[in-house]
């Protein structure tokens, strides 16, 4: 997308934290989202976050907004096997177009 | 539900010929993507549309065309294919632009 960024690759062990880290670029984005894709197929939301906000949780999910910075995290506990995937965040910037970053490659090791 | 449904899967095309992805969705959604992925690159933007009878390019739309006459369709066309559109290709829907995208499977192509 325009400039969004995030690292390529992630390697964890299983039980461990995992924390994927993206910047983004158009400050005036209202929501800020991470999408999760799994080997052949598509893209699905994950969680997402309003920009008003800072931080959200849900369940092992903890997203991590610093506008200052246009940096966005996604924290994953516990991380399992079945994480294993590749993450994306995105952005709606304007002229209704829909950014996607580079995607960062989970990968869990049992 | 269908959801966002793509066709073919998997097609394989010779440098110069032509070829449209078809994408259709069955959740009255205004606005469709298509975005192609390439190893290392992420998402790219092709042409997205706010509604039927209307379409508009994104980041990369050269090589391509698209229409949309209904709300349900919005097929993709490479005219002169060439091995630089050798990628999987995804359509999305959403019901307004800051909205959740519902994609489809995805769309692999190879050109030789």
């Known amino acids: 997308g325009e400039d969004v960024e995030q690292s390529l690759f992630l390697s964890v062990r299983e039980g461990d934290s995992s924390v994927i880290n993206c910047t983004y670029t158009d400050s005036s984005s209202t929501y800020l989202y991470w999408y999760k894709q799994e080997p052949g197929a598509g893209l699905q939301l994950l969680t997402y976050i309003f920009s008003n906000m800072d931080m959200k949780q849900d369940q092992r999910l903890t997203v991590l907004l610093n506008k200052k910075d246009k940096h966005l995290s996604l924290r994953i506990a516990d991380t399992q096997t079945g994480d294993s995937a590749i993450y994306f965040c995105?952005?709606?910037?304007?002229?209704?177009?829909?950014?996607f970053g580079t995607g960062t490659s989970l990968t869990v090791i049992p | 539900n269908a959801g966002v449904t793509q066709t073919p899967k998997f097609r394989i095309l010779k440098i110069g010929q032509s070829m449209t992805l078809q994408c259709t969705q069955d959740m009255n959604h205004n606005y469709m993507y298509w975005y192609r992925q390439d190893p290392g690159m992420g998402l790219k933007l092709i042409y997205y549309?706010?509604?039927?009878?209307?379409?508009d390019k994104g980041e990369v739309p050269n090589g391509y065309n698209v229409s949309r006459s209904t709300t349900e369709d919005f097929p993709l066309r490479l005219e002169l294919a060439a091995p630089s559109q050798t990628s999987v290709y995804f359509c999305?829907?959403?019901?307004?632009?800051?909205?959740?995208?519902?994609f489809g499977e995805g769309s692999r192509l190879t050109v030789l």
């Open positions: 995105a952005e709606p910037q304007t002229g209704n177009q829909f950014y």
């Open positions: 999305a829907s959403s019901y307004a632009y800051t909205g959740e995208l519902f």
């Open positions: 549309s706010v509604g039927a009878g209307i379409t």
